[in-house]
């Protein structure tokens, strides 16, 4: 296993755990963290695929790449707080309720 | 004319919604919501400008700062990319006006202190993702979009309005996750970004089936094509109503672009047909389920949300229809694929319109169920006219853009021979009608002799039956939006002519 290999399988574990923690856990905080993991796995992808030839210069591309998702992340997570903080205000609670089917 | 046509119109059309934003962050909401009109303005005559240029001396690039591909990211504008920028910037032009009015009341303390800069980066995010031709930048454009559009439905303040827009958040950063690990996997396989350079290289191979399902997965998150629609109908029928028709009319407009562009202008065919079929069942499930829901919404805005559901659904129906069974030389892919994009387009319109009618409802009746809509047809004809003619166009009736786009894809289904097709377009026309004649029904019922209603802006109405009367005008007219289309088609031009 080269370097890239072992990045990338570290990058599809911590992807399946975000995966898995978004859709498994209700508290809206771990709900966000684990929108994180999962940004953060794809971010590593990103990284490992800098180095695709072993020896080389790596390329700067994706880590440009890697920045712009980087901004985008914390930007959303910080909208997220934000809407958050707002929903346990108005509603009480820290989960999202469950979708309604409005009666007819 | 000469010197006219060497502005580069196509970076004028994204600043000038950019620096609008960030403006009206600046100067306050009264200053903003002033200056607002002239803005938009500028933003129309801007892209005016774009859509001459491409109809005049066809599709063109423009290399941003001068640097271009693959170093720098490159706008690319053929036809379909001119149709979509003059669809979003006429319909958010008219949102503009329509928001000063429906703002008006709310003296810089409530929700409109802070839709002006939201609204023209929701605007900007637009013109960016529809002008670019870099698949790395698609992802950046998604996300100026839906974070403005998320932040725009939580301004309704509601804990309904706040809820939904906190699941708008999740789902919409999961699609576009998944949208950037996709882009990722072709970086890796090809090192570049640009749909050019791209095209030129991709080959079928298990990473790039990866790459697709992920952008695929990504993509229909975003574009709510059932079942994954399920954020929709909360977020898009508790905003408030420019929000909503903004949400239904564009946005979901933007990840159905980059949908088109990934199908017909990088991945090769034989990636598609499977997956085609699918795309087409799922949206032909949209378009029943859909209407089915909106039949049992008890309000006006939860009915026109679950139709966007089922309109979105005809849209996926020009995959199959290009994809499968399709011969070189057949004529009917042309015909699916523009009548597709027509659909997109004159849904837009006729959207916009029933939302922000249904706004102004919710402001001279105080609510938005059936009852309320009980005899408004006598008291404010303006606001009862817009929604019937905008659901002309939703059914599918003639003379409007709607009919023109169903009537394409219908003729296609019959030449390709996959008669289920037409039943399903068939059905949701009538399904259409029927959910449609809920509402307007009691609209045109003689009003209750206690009936009291709030003076609304006129401008709520005048502006909803500005855009009905555009869908109409898009049944009329329809060859402008056709000779524009074909500018830079994925089709050859003579197929185009012949199809129409």
Not at chain 2, 487 to 500: I, T
Request: hydrophobic share 55%; proline share 6%.
């Amino acid at each position: 296993m080269n370097q890239a290999e072992i990045y990338l399988a570290a990058a599809l574990g911590i992807m399946l755990i975000g995966l898995y923690g978004l859709f498994t856990q209700p508290h809206l905080l771990r709900k966000l963290i684990a929108l994180n993991l999962f940004g953060s796995g794809i971010f590593l992808v990103y990284v490992a695929v800098a180095r695709r030839i072993a020896g080389e210069t790596p390329d700067p591309v994706p880590h440009a790449m890697v920045l712009t998702g980087i901004v985008i992340s914390v930007s959303a997570t910080a909208l997220g707080l934000v809407l958050a903080r707002r929903v346990k205000t108005l509603t009480g609670g820290t989960e999202l309720p469950p979708p309604v089917e409005p009666e007819p | 004319m000469s010197g006219l046509l060497d502005i580069p119109w196509a970076a004028w059309c994204l600043l000038l919604p950019l620096f609008a934003a960030v403006a009206s962050l600046l100067t306050g909401p009264r200053l903003a919501s002033r200056l607002a009109p002239l803005f938009a303005l500028a933003t129309v005559l801007a892209t005016a400008g774009v859509v001459v240029r491409v109809l005049q001396s066809g599709p063109f690039r423009h290399a941003v700062g001068g640097w271009g591909a693959p170093l720098g990211i490159d706008f690319h504008v053929d036809g379909f990319s001119a149709l979509m920028l003059a669809m979003t910037a006429v319909v958010a032009a008219v949102i503009t006006v329509y928001a000063r009015a429906y703002f008006s009341n709310d003296h810089g303390s409530g929700s409109g202190a802070y839709f002006w800069p939201l609204w023209f980066f929701l605007w900007g995010g637009l013109h960016a993702l529809f002008l670019t031709a870099d698949i790395f930048n698609f992802y950046v454009t998604l996300e100026v979009v839906s974070l403005s559009a998320v932040a725009l439905v939580a301004l309704s303040g509601t804990p309904t309005g706040v809820v939904a827009s906190m699941r708008y958040l999740l789902t919409a950063l999961t699609g576009s996750l998944f949208y950037l690990l996709g882009v990722g996997l072709l970086y890796a396989q090809y090192g570049v970004l640009d749909m050019d350079l791209l095209r030129g290289v991709v080959e079928v191979n298990p990473a790039t089936w990866a790459a697709y399902v992920c952008i695929l997965l990504g993509l229909l998150i975003k574009t709510a094509l059932f079942p994954l629609h399920v954020w929709l109908p909360p977020a898009h029928s508790s905003a408030p109503a420019p929000v909503s028709a903004a949400l239904s009319a564009l946005v979901i407009k933007g990840s159905f672009y980059i949908l088109l562009r990934f199908h017909f202008d990088l991945l090769p065919h034989e990636m598609l047909v499977a997956s085609s079929v699918l795309l087409g069942a799922l949206g032909m499930t949209a378009v029943i389920w859909g209407s089915l829901q909106a039949l049992r919404q008890p309000r006006l805005k939860l009915i026109v949300a679950y139709s966007t559901v089922a309109q979105i659904g005809y849209l996926f129906l020009l995959f199959p229809l290009c994809f499968a069974l399709a011969e070189p030389g057949d004529l009917w892919p042309t015909k699916a694929w523009a009548g597709g994009i027509y659909h997109a387009l004159s849904h837009a319109f006729a959207k916009a319109s029933l939302f922000l009618a249904a706004g102004a409802v919710l402001q001279a009746a105080g609510g938005d169920t059936l009852v309320h809509l009980r005899g408004l047809g006598e008291r404010r004809p303006v606001i009862a006219t817009a929604l019937a003619l905008a659901s002309i166009s939703i059914m599918g009736l003639p003379p409007s853009g709607g009919f023109v786009g169903k009537w394409l894809l219908l003729v296609a289904a019959l030449h390709a021979g996959q008669w289920w097709w037409v039943v399903g377009i068939l059905l949701g026309g009538l399904l259409a009608a029927a959910y449609s004649f809920r509402f307007l029904r009691e609209l045109f019922r003689p009003a209750p002799e206690n009936l009291v209603l709030h003076e609304e802006p006129r401008m709520l109405g005048y502006t909803a039956l500005a855009l009905a009367l555009f869908t109409l005008l898009l049944g009329l007219a329809a060859l402008i939006p056709f000779n524009l289309l074909s500018q830079g088609a994925p089709f050859p031009p003579n197929a185009f002519l012949e199809a129409l």
